[in-house]
């Protein structure tokens, strides 16, 4: 029998099922909206030492807008070194045409 640990030492049997060519296991609708997460959602699954399974939600990351990220930046800060280097350095082969 395989368990899923849930908030403050509960736990539901869940039994894998054939799903096609593939193996799954239904999670009930409740544990979905008690972990905010929904179908397409990804999880990552860590094994302990002990052998049990850790089933953690991966939240999403934050997308940021161009002007977000513009915003971040200091216009007055000096170039890298390694970009200035870059930057200096001559044309060859066809970009020198």
Same mark, same amino acid.
């Given at each position: 029998?395989?368990?899923?640990?849930?908030? +403050?030492g509960c736990s539901m049997?869940? $039994?894998? @099922?054939?799903l096609g060519n593939s193996v799954g296991v239904t999670l009930p609708t409740a544990l979905l909206r008690d972990l905010d997460v +929904?179908?397409?959602?990804?999880?990552? $699954?860590? @094994?302990?030492?002990?052998?049990d399974l850790v089933l953690r939600p991966q939240r999403p990351r934050k997308r940021y807008t161009a002007a977000e990220l513009n915003k971040q930046c200091n216009l007055k800060a000096p170039m890298p070194a390694d970009l200035q280097n870059w930057e200096a350095m001559p044309a060859v082969g066809e970009e020198a045409l």
């Open positions: 029998m395989s368990y899923i640990v849930l908030h +403050a049997e869940l $039994v894998i @099922r054939k +929904a179908v397409g959602h990804s999880f990552t $699954v860590t @094994r302990t030492a002990d052998n």
